[in-house]
C-alpha cells in the first residue's frame, strides 16, 4: 500500500505556470513598457533642451550638430528601453526586446515619413538604422540568452 502511494505522489506534478492569455498580455505589457519608457525619457529631455536654449524653439530647424547630439541620447534611451521590455518579459527576454526594436523600426520609418522635410536625412534614416543594434543592446544588459 505504502509503496503504490509513494509511486502515485512521484508522479504527480503540480505546475504554476500562468495562462497562456496571461503570458502574452505580459509579454505586450512588456514590450509597450519599453516602449513608453523610452517616450517618455526622450521626449522630456527634448522639452528640457528647448526649453533651456540648447535646441532652438519648435518649428526652427535645428544645425546638424544638435541632430548628432539628438541621436546620441536616443541610442542611449533606446537601448534603456529595451533592457526594460527584456526585464518585464515574462520568458525570453531577448526576443521582447527585439520585438521592441521592430516595433522602433517601424515608429522610426513612419516619423521618417512624415518629418522627412524638418530634418536632415540622415538623421531619420540613423534613427531607422540603430532600433535593432539598440534591442540587441538592451537585452545584452539584460543578461539574456534566450
Known amino acids: 500500500m505504502?509503496?503504490?502511494i509513494e509511486a502515485l505522489q512521484g508522479s504527480?506534478?503540480?505546475?504554476?505556470a500562468p495562462a497562456r492569455g496571461w503570458t502574452a498580455l505580459r509579454s505586450v505589457g512588456a514590450v509597450l513598457g519599453g516602449l513608453v519608457s523610452t517616450?517618455?525619457?526622450?521626449?522630456a529631455v527634448d522639452l528640457a533642451l528647448h526649453a533651456t536654449?540648447?535646441?532652438?524653439p519648435h518649428g526652427e530647424r535645428m544645425a546638424d550638430a544638435l541632430f548628432v547630439l539628438a541621436l546620441a541620447y536616443r541610442i542611449v534611451f533606446n537601448a534603456a528601453g529595451c533592457y526594460v521590455a527584456?526585464?518585464?518579459a515574462p520568458a525570453r527576454p531577448t526576443?521582447?526586446?527585439?520585438?521592441?526594436?521592430?516595433?522602433?523600426?517601424?515608429v522610426s520609418t513612419l516619423g521618417a515619413v512624415l518629418m522627412w522635410e524638418f530634418g536632415p536625412a540622415w538623421y531619420s534614416l540613423a534613427n531607422i538604422a540603430i532600433?535593432?543594434?539598440?534591442?540587441?543592446?538592451?537585452?545584452?544588459l539584460r543578461g539574456a540568452r534566450s
Open 131 to 140: 532600433a535593432l543594434p539598440c534591442a540587441w543592446v538592451g537585452a545584452r
Open 12 to 16: 504527480l506534478t503540480v505546475t504554476t
Open 39 to 43: 517616450f517618455i525619457v526622450t521626449t
Open 2 to 4: 505504502n509503496t503504490t
Open 86 to 88: 527584456a526585464r518585464l
Open 95 to 106: 526576443r521582447h526586446a527585439l520585438a521592441l526594436g521592430v516595433v522602433g523600426v517601424a
Open 53 to 56: 536654449g540648447v535646441f532652438p
